[in-house]
């Protein structure tokens, strides 16, 4: 099973800061990698594909970056509605399409 | 639209089964995939398995193997997951999500279910 391990898992920020999010696979996963954001209560949402490609509709402040076993989400200008947990899933190799162990954006 | 409805709660005995569902609309069912996640309270999501529809191809993680059942019905657009020999481990909540342009099964979510809370208690 390939792991994927997030991190940090929590982080506290302001509006307006910028917001790195690191997920590490146990091995190469050529950019096969889906990022999702969670809201108490909600089911998760998906933000970007194949490591760095935006969905339709979602703000241009998310990014995504990285290759073979590294990747990075990043959030240029924090916003009130950008408070939620987000989870990176790769999808390269299955079983299974393993996600990462998340990480909480709090307000500071 | 494109949309996954899920079923309603469940509460269940140790022991049984629960068979919760996942009905699509708003995109071409058959040539989609449809994978299903749990997230117990307060915990990561951990991935159960998948259906590719037009194939009927299932795919399920080991820690699952022996317990799930993934169907799905084409003429109704409606996938389903079956879990049994439940225990409390399994109080959670249960999620489908679909890529409706995955033909081949490891694919990412873009659409997803609104959940189904499964409870097992005595």
């Known amino acids: 099973d390939i792991q994927m391990t997030q991190s940090p898992s929590s982080l506290s920020a302001s509006v307006g800061d910028r917001v790195t999010i690191t997920c590490r696979a146990s091995?190469?996963?050529?950019?096969?990698l889906a990022w999702y954001q969670q809201k108490p209560g909600k089911a998760p949402k998906l933000l970007l594909y194949a490591a760095s490609r935006l969905e339709s509709g979602v703000p241009s402040r998310f990014s995504g970056s990285g290759s073979g076993t590294d990747y990075t989400l990043t959030i240029s200008s924090l916003q009130p509605e950008d408070f939620a947990t987000y989870y990176c899933q790769q999808y390269y190799s299955t079983p299974p399409l393993t996600f990462g162990g998340g990480t909480k954006v709090e307000i500071k | 639209q494109m949309q996954l409805v899920q079923s309603g709660p469940e509460v269940k005995k140790p022991g049984t089964s629960v068979k919760v569902s996942c009905k699509a609309s708003?995109?071409?069912?058959?040539?989609?995939?449809v994978q299903w996640v749990r997230q117990a309270r307060g915990q990561r999501l951990e991935w159960i398995g998948w259906?590719?529809?037009?194939?009927?191809?299932?795919n399920y993680a080991q820690k699952f193997q022996e317990r799930v059942t993934i169907t799905r019905d084409m003429s109704t657009s409606t996938a389903y997951m079956e879990l049994s020999s439940l225990r409390s481990e399994d109080t959670a909540v249960y999620y489908c999500?679909?890529?409706?342009?995955?033909?081949?099964?490891?694919?990412?979510?873009?659409?997803w279910g609104q959940g189904t809370l499964v409870t097992v208690s005595s």
């Open positions: 708003g995109f071409t069912f058959t040539s989609s995939a």
């Open positions: 259906i590719v529809v037009g194939s009927g191809n299932t």
């Open positions: 999500a679909a890529n409706p342009r995955c033909s081949g099964g490891s694919c990412y979510a873009d659409y």
């Open positions: 091995q190469g996963i050529s950019n096969s």
